[in-house]
């Protein structure tokens, strides 16, 4: 189903969720992905929060 609502989300957030719940890889700490793509722990979070905002009335 998250395959199929990706389209709402910013590439940037894509990646985020993808690591943070393990879709098409490994399952990371936000910290990991924040050194990953070059961000502080807490700018993970933020980019996390907003892609779920995202994502919650599209399954609606």
């Known amino acids: 189903m998250y395959k199929s609502i990706q389209y709402v989300l910013e590439s940037r957030e894509q990646?985020?969720?993808?690591?943070?719940?393990?879709?098409d890889a490994e399952i990371k700490t936000m910290s990991e992905i924040g050194k990953e793509i070059n961000v502080t722990l807490?700018?993970?979070?933020?980019i996390r929060y907003k892609a779920h905002r995202k994502i919650v009335p599209e399954l609606n």
Request: glycine share 8%.
């Open 15 to 23: 990646l985020v969720l993808n690591r943070i719940y393990g879709v």
């Open 42 to 46: 807490e700018r993970v979070r933020q």
